[in-house]
């Protein structure tokens, strides 16, 4: 017989075991070797607690990947006993929770509970997500589920209202640099890398654990002994493609930072969600109509000029195309980000809006009624209607609201850009008003 290690016709094929790759040797063996989910795990926070109790809740880990959900799991598992049942939400269906179901159930009755865990688990439907209730609340099952979309939009309300939330963070740089010092301790020698290579490695990850330790036996199988500066780095490695998915939670994130950026008049930052968002494959067409929105929204008549530069930006990438055309958008986020701000008018129109659903159909006065024939003349259509500039100011003062409605200011602007001439013509118009009511 062929002893472990030797080859022995066809059985040597099988007999040595293939080399593990970093990521899996370098897997934490006790939730103290976990990284960067210190907010979690410490002793007085909530995993933390849990473990000292031995009593786990069920619950939903949130977070990037490659920040430790699986690990985790796996811990709490070991660290109170339970048989640890993993299952993917991708590749598995109803079946096969039928059959986790059933054994835990024997092995409950046995005196072992069941920590199941679910990878991905907002890739089950509604329905599946609700075949696990009755297990969870009977305790054949503590559920623990790992997601990267946001649970308040991909899991059923039930099934939340059963199991703590608990966002995980991204891997820092303290974190990731941890991680590398701890590749290079199993490997035996530093990784090929000067200092700000080094760094580069940290920023390619882009947060992600396992893909640092990949890139780092990428890295240790690099013949010679060259040491890599960024330019060589770059080169030899393959970038990591950033966490972005147009249809679900980091595209409204950053749009929303876009937003808010030029909100608070911060256009570098504004510039770099702007990029961000390319960088991810976003349509540019998609950042125009918000820029557009923008421009009216939270400029409005501040600067009047900026919905028109938003409509010619956008109009100039649809004829000039990418790349070139997004410098022109590049160029709006410039111009909005440094423009005075005013939600006046949106203010405006919003409550303007509320309004007329307050009021109903109530009429116009009639004096401001055309009167095309003569019954309209009879019942007082168009009866005492001055012209505005038939009047030494160009203004009559006259009511336009609805006879019965009390007069509304819903346009309050802002003393900010051009807002201040148009505060200046509204005050002037309601002195005018409130002395031809005094006559």
């Known amino acids: 017989m062929a002893k472990r ?20 040797r370098l897997r934490p063996r006790t939730l103290d070797e976990v990284v960067g989910q210190d907010h979690l795990l410490k002793p007085d926070g909530p995993l933390g607690r849990m473990v000292v109790a031995r ?22 598992a070991h660290s109170t006993d339970l048989h640890f049942e993993p299952l993917s939400a991708v590749f598995s269906g109803v079946a096969d929770l039928r059959k986790v179901f059933d054994a835990a159930r024997a092995r409950r009755v046995a005196g072992q509970g069941t920590l199941l865990f679910i990878d ?14 009755p297990f969870v609340e009977d305790g054949t099952v503590t559920l623990v589920g790992a997601t990267t ?43 090929p890398l000067d200092a700000d290579a080094r760094a580069a490695v940290k920023a390619m990850a882009d947060g992600d654990g396992r893909f640092c330790l990949n890139l780092c036996e990428e890295l240790f199988a690099l013949p010679g002994e060259t040491i890599l500066d960024t330019n060589a780095l770059a080169a030899t490695i393959q970038r990591r493609a950033p966490l972005y998915d147009k249809s679900q939670e980091g595209h409204y994130n950053l749009i929303s930072a876009l937003h808010k950026s030029l909100r608070g008049s911060d256009t570098d930052a504004a510039l770099y969600w702007y990029s961000r968002m390319l960088d991810g494959g976003e349509d540019p067409r998609y950042i125009a109509r918000r820029l557009t929105r923008f421009a009216v929204e939270d400029i409005g008549l501040a600067d009047p000029n900026a919905l028109t530069q938003a409509v010619a930006a956008w109009e100039a990438y649809e004829r000039l195309g990418s790349p070139e055309g997004e410098l022109a958008l590049a160029q709006l986020v410039i111009y909005l980000g440094t423009a005075p701000k005013s939600n006046a008018g949106y203010i405006a129109y919003k409550a303007s809006v509320r309004a007329a659903k307050e009021t109903g159909s109530l009429m116009p006065p009639k004096h401001i009624l055309n009167a095309p024939t003569k019954l309209m003349k009879t019942i007082g259509y168009g009866k005492g209607y001055e012209y505005d500039h038939d009047t030494a100011e160009g203004f009559s003062g006259q009511n336009y609201f ?15 850009g051009f807002e201040r001439d148009l505060r200046k013509r509204l005050d002037y118009w309601a002195k005018l008003r409130e002395r031809r009511g005094e006559e």
Not at 5 to 24: C, I, K, N, Q, V
Not at 55 to 76: D, E, F, N, Y
């Open 5 to 24: 290690g030797e080859s022995g016709g066809h059985a040597g094929l099988f007999s040595a075991a293939a080399p593990r790759p970093l990521a899996d």
């Open 55 to 76: 009593r786990l809740a069920s619950m939903i880990l949130w977070g990037p990947p490659g920040c430790g959900k699986t690990t985790i799991a796996r811990l709490l």
């Open 120 to 133: 991905e688990i907002h890739r089950f439907n509604r329905s599946q997500q609700d075949g696990f209730l």
């Open 149 to 191: 979309e946001n649970p308040s939009f991909e899991l059923n309300a039930a099934l939340l209202s059963r199991a703590q939330v608990f966002v995980l963070n991204r891997l820092d740089d303290t974190a990731l640099e941890k991680l590398l010092s701890r590749a290079e301790a199993e490997m035996g020698r530093p990784l």
């Open 402 to 416: 609805p006879d019965g409605m009390a007069r509304r200011e819903f346009y309050q602007p802002v003393e900010r």
